[in-house]
């Protein structure tokens, strides 16, 4: 059971090269994500999906695009790398049970995948 | 969303028991409270949950007063290895709605 697993972990690119990072869990989980991190800061939501074929921006989606073909798996493109999209990318997947009326989310993190713009 | 707001850093030694308060004024009443645990160069991990009174697990205790208004997670003994970076989310998990990371509270613990 390998969880969320990312590639590639590194990647150097120039500007306005493309490029696509792929997350693949293993755990069947319904609702995937895409983070990106940079120096110092916490984690901002690019993209999500609730579910195969569905997905949805984040609070910053500009430069990207994904796509979730698969239950499985989600991708998260840059058409035209900048260096601002320097950063460390997150995907994480989680499920969705209820407790009642009480409903409950924990998500799970792959290891990342470190990328320099130049 | 709930705004959460919670210390930028903390120290603390070897042994000691450490508490990081989160504070959600506008917690809504289908909220419940999550902490996660990153360490340098990995993913965040989850830690603990909870929706009131007191949760506490092989990892940690959290602790949610009556009013909702805040929350508190509770290491006990920390190590070294606990030096890491905590964020506290709130949410109602509605399916539809992903929670916020914040920035966190970076707990570096010392020798």
């Known amino acids: 059971n390998a969880g969320v697993t990312q590639t590639p972990k590194f990647r150097v690119l120039k500007t306005g090269q493309s490029m696509t990072l792929l997350c693949a869990q293993d755990m069947n989980h319904e609702y995937m994500y895409w983070y990106r991190q940079d120096p110092g800061m916490g984690l901002r939501l690019i993209h999500y999906?609730?579910?195969?074929?569905?997905?949805a921006k984040g609070e910053v989606p500009d430069g990207y695009n994904v796509s979730r073909l698969k239950k499985q798996n989600f991708l998260l493109g840059l058409e035209s790398a900048a260096p601002s999209q320097t950063s460390v990318y997150f995907c994480?997947?989680?499920?969705?049970?209820?407790?009642?009326?009480?409903?409950?989310?924990?998500?799970?993190f792959g290891a990342g995948t470190r990328l320099s713009v130049l | 969303l709930a705004k959460t707001t919670q210390p930028i850093s903390m120290d603390s030694y070897e042994g000691q028991e450490v508490n990081i308060t989160c504070s959600h004024n506008?917690?809504?009443?289908?909220?419940?409270i999550t902490w996660y645990q990153q360490f340098p160069s990995q993913g965040p991990r989850f830690i603990i949950q909870?929706?009131?009174t007191k949760v506490t697990n092989e990892v940690a205790s959290l602790f949610i007063p009556a009013d909702r208004k805040s929350s508190t997670l509770s290491l006990p003994r920390v190590s070294l290895s606990d030096t890491a970076v905590y964020y506290c989310l709130v949410g109602s998990y509605s399916g539809n709605t992903p929670l916020v990371f914040g920035k966190g509270t970076r707990l570096s613990v010392i020798a």
């Open positions: 909870g929706y009131k």
């Open positions: 994480a997947s989680s499920y969705y049970i209820t407790s009642g009326e009480i409903a409950k989310n924990i998500q799970y």
């Open positions: 999906s609730v579910g195969e074929g569905t997905t």
């Open positions: 506008n917690i809504a009443t289908n909220d419940y």
